[in-house]
């Protein structure tokens, strides 16, 4: 069975300074996916990145990219310049690679809250 | 473009009760997973709807059972309510893709149970 763990439960950031979330998972298998999904206080999930096991390269957007080694299991997001926007539960999530038809489940850590302070 | 839909937004009901759940997913999107997530705690997978049949389930009791209509749309129904029940539930909708392709699932805003 596949698990993810988030070691921070809580963690707390200047504006505009730049932040690293932690995340490691077990599997067995070589083909999946990781994501990171932010919810903020109005609860709604949002997709911040994906990646796919296979690619080597690092996923980026705009100002969230993730150090994935794969040999490791480890899936981290970097947040640069920090914005009180980015106030949020931070989720990793894990989904094995589907073999035709509907996706797979999401498999997800505990969260970690983090906290920008102007 | 409207995203993931879900009604209602809030629920209140007593132990033993019956409740229903609906989402709508986004456009163009073919399957429907549930979740339930426990307050500070991060989503557990119940079960996806696709081609209107159950194709996944997670641990969770029968009491849990839904339901896939022609437009896609799903509905989770739960019953003989338990206190634990009480989470917010949210739906994900996605494309279903060709093999080895990871479709996102992209979330609604969810429907919080309160079970007294």
């Known amino acids: 069975a596949q698990t993810v763990t988030q070691s921070q439960p809580e963690m707390s950031v200047q504006e505009a300074e730049t932040v690293t979330l932690s995340c490691t998972y077990d599997t067995s298998e070589n083909n999946y996916y990781l994501f990171w999904y932010k919810q903020p206080p109005s609860r709604q999930m949002i997709l911040v990145i994906r990646q796919e096991a296979y690619k080597q390269q690092n996923a980026t957007e705009n100002r969230f990219s993730v150090n994935f080694q794969k040999a490791a299991k480890s899936f981290s997001l970097k947040i640069s310049d920090s914005q009180l926007g980015d106030t949020a539960m931070y989720f990793c999530?894990?989904?094995?690679?589907?073999?035709?038809?509907?996706?797979?489940?999401?498999?997800f850590g505990t969260g970690t809250l983090l906290a920008v302070q102007p | 473009d409207a995203g993931v839909t879900q009604s209602p937004t809030h629920l209140i009901k007593t132990r033993g009760q019956q409740v229903t759940l609906r989402c709508s997913p986004k456009?163009?999107?073919?399957?429907v997973s549930w979740y339930q997530q426990a307050l500070g705690q991060g989503p557990q997978f119940i079960f996806q709807?696709?081609?209107?049949?159950?194709?996944q389930r997670g641990n969770f009791p029968d009491r849990f059972s839904g339901h896939q209509f022609p437009n896609y749309s799903s509905e989770l129904n739960v019953n003989a309510l338990l206190l634990g029940d009480s989470a917010l539930y949210l739906c994900a909708s996605s494309l279903s893709g060709l093999a080895g392709v990871g479709e996102t699932q992209y979330f609604g805003p969810g429907t919080r149970l309160l079970v007294l």
């Open positions: 999530a894990f989904m094995l690679t589907n073999y035709g038809g509907a996706t797979n489940k999401l498999i």
């Open positions: 709807y696709y081609e209107e049949e159950e194709r």
């Open positions: 456009s163009g999107h073919d399957t």
